[in-house]
């Protein structure tokens, strides 16, 4: 059984199963490997339910079992549940589910510890140290848009998630730095700077511009066409003017997107598709051994078994495509970088694409066969973000909107909201401005990641910006008022984290410590399932449950005989808000 000090440790969910499996084994010695079934509760009969009764019962009935079925299968797991200071109380209710009543005590001496120790000491401990997340990934000379939008938040949430959880993630942009879109863009830069080492980014403007143009002359005049795939061939071949005309308008472009990311506080590692390229060969060279390429109407493919299109690797003309890159790039994870779990943050739509690539993965031997087995490979698939109408989004003059435009505007509404509420006069400017942000960004950041990501969702910037509801100005609010409340206690909330005493007395302060305390399960089965949302809705009914406790007379925090220990609840709420806060990537703000 786990020590008093183990249980003082991470997930509630975790520390029970721990306590049931030793149960398990001592109720049905001869059923070896039952996994313990507990899940959180929402009835009146308990915090937790463990419900392995009548699964247990299906398994041993007509086995000369000493049990009558599955109430006594849960009384006996019940009764052989080792003593432990973590349970006030254990029921069994209907058929077999065992019901546990977390004891008081033990729920604020953990509350009080991680006040001490730091929220750290909560992480779930995911069975993986190293994982790959590939994420935001936008193409070289065309402007990052709403799409990105999407796999940039929910990439970053995701890594951010897993790294609480002490995992080294690799944060992989895989940005669409090759193909055959770079001939007429270095053949239209020759044309328009002969001298094209001064093509900078002022000299050059929009660089979307800039692409369109040079896909306009590419299309109407043949002579320039037969050049731009002259120039393909010469940039693939390693010629040294291309090559460096080709590092030139990938940089102009990283300045670009390094714009947005920094509005939004992500930090990725680029290794576009060009990095992938010396792999390919080898690695089709390998699966060709392997028995699993095959000659198709000039290309050659891989067939996967229930698909009804083959995976093409190699195109008729002998080129490269997606795939081959996506095939090679996955290979250099499991082999050079050694990552357990591999995560690709993209569209719906390229679900199949890349069920096929994993599918011709597990057929070389690179993946194991079963989805719950390390090393592994995930689609974490989301939705079209769609304006008003109901269709894509998009501006007025039906161009994909820009995304470092669609960040400023957030910021400029939500600067004019704090200035509208006179807070132009008792601020300073850059207490303006930081929160304007905070707000503004986080604002965009939460719309999209309380939902659950393969759905649709719609962009509207007056419900984002709302402050009521499930939104991040209103969380935000709310962290800023508990922040307020411990400042005006005008008590030194470090020394009460030392001197203090929490206390569950009342059943809006033990409602709000058993939340607290879901935290850390909360963040597993988000990392687990890959769904952001889980988290939202946690931080959400984290908020709800504290205005609830805080607004009742019975539990007044300032001037009553329990201060400490409720001034201590505040905190506690207020670390866990901005720990949820920060795996979002959200800034929180500390007063309104």
């Known amino acids: 059984m786990a020590t008093q000090e183990d ?15 030793v149960s398990l084994k001592v109720t049905v010695p001869n059923e070896p490997d039952v996994e313990p079934l507990v ?31 599955p109430p006594a299968v849960g009384e006996a797991i019940k009764n052989n549940l080792p003593t432990s200071e973590m349970i006030e109380s254990c029921s069994v209710a209907g058929p077999g589910f065992v019901n546990v009543v977390l004891s008081k005590n033990w729920m604020a001496k953990t509350i009080q510890k991680m006040l001490i120790e730091g929220i750290d000491t909560w992480a779930p401990m995911p069975p993986v140290k190293r994982a790959v997340v590939d994420f935001s990934s936008p193409n070289i000379a065309k402007e990052m848009h709403v799409g990105h939008l999407r796999s940039t938040i929910i990439g970053d949430t995701l890594s951010r998630m897993l790294e609480f ?57 043949p002579a320039f066409k037969e050049r731009a795939q002259q120039a393909v061939v010469r940039l693939q071949g390693g010629e040294d003017k291309y090559r460096r005309a080709w590092a030139q308008i990938c940089e102009i472009s990283r300045t670009e997107f390094h714009m947005v990311y ?32 095959e000659e198709s109407q000039g290309a050659r493919v891989i067939f996967i078994e229930g698909v009804n299109i083959p995976l093409i690797v190699v195109k008729s003309d002998g080129g490269f495509n997606y795939a081959s890159t ?51 490979a995930s689609h974490v698939g989301f939705g079209l973000v769609l304006g008003e ?35 132009g006069e008792e601020w300073t400017e850059e207490e ?52 307020s409340i411990i400042r005006r206690s005008g008590k030194d909330v470090e020394e009460l984290k030392n001197k203090g005493t929490v206390v569950l007395g009342h059943k809006d302060e033990r409602d709000l410590g058993l939340h607290l305390l879901q935290f850390p399960e909360v963040v597993e089965e988000a990392c687990a399932n890959l769904l952001p949302n889980v988290l939202c809705d946690y931080l959400y009914n984290l908020s709800e449950i504290f205005s609830k406790f805080y607004s009742n007379p019975v539990c007044k925090v300032i001037g009553s005989d329990m201060e400490t220990s409720r001034l201590l609840l505040c905190e506690a709420t207020a670390v866990v808000m901005r720990k949820c806060f920060n795996l979002l990537g959200i800034t929180p703000i500390y007063k309104i």
Request: glycine letters at 8%; hydrophobic letters at 40%.
């Open 389 to 423: 109408d109901g269709k894509r989004f998009r501006t007025r003059n039906t161009e994909v909107v820009r995304l470092v435009d669609l960040l400023d505007e957030a910021k400029s509404r939500s600067k004019a909201a704090l200035i509208e509420r006179g807070k």
């Open 165 to 221: 959880s002490k995992v080294e993630v690799l944060r992989r942009n895989h940005v669409g730095d090759w193909g055959t879109q770079f001939g007429m863009l270095i053949e239209f830069l020759f044309e328009k700077f002969p001298n094209f080492e001064d093509a900078t980014e002022t000299a050059i403007g929009d660089l979307q511009a800039f692409y369109k143009a040079s896909k306009q002359r590419f299309d109407a005049d």
């Open 7 to 21: 249980e003082c440790m991470g997930s509630v969910k975790a520390q029970l199963a721990k306590l049931f499996e």
């Open 432 to 483: 303006i401005e930081s929160t304007a942000e905070a707000v503004g960004y986080g604002a965009v950041k939460y719309a999209d990641l309380k939902n659950n990501r393969l759905t649709n969702y719609t962009f509207n910037f007056d419900q984002m910006l709302n402050d009521k509801g499930n939104t991040a100005v209103y969380l935000l609010y709310a962290h800023a008022r508990i922040c």
């Open 262 to 293: 920094k509005r939004l506080g992500v930090h990725l590692e680029e290794k576009g598709e060009s990095f992938y390229n010396p792999y390919i060969p080898g690695v089709i060279e390998a699966l060709t051994k392997q028995g699993l390429v």
């Open 326 to 376: 996506d095939l090679a790039a996955l290979w250099y994870r499991l082999n050079e970088e050694k990552a357990e779990w591999i995560i690709y943050v993209t569209d719906v739509g390229q679900q199949q694409h890349f069920d096929m690539v994993f599918k011709a993965a597990k057929r070389a031997g690179w993946l194991p066969q079963s989805d719950s087995s390390y090393p592994k």
């Open 39 to 69: 899940a959180a509760c929402t009835g009146k009969f308990g915090d937790y339910q463990c419900n392995n009764a009548m699964g247990l019962w299906s398994k041993i009935k007509g086995k000369g079992t000493q049990f009558r079925g």
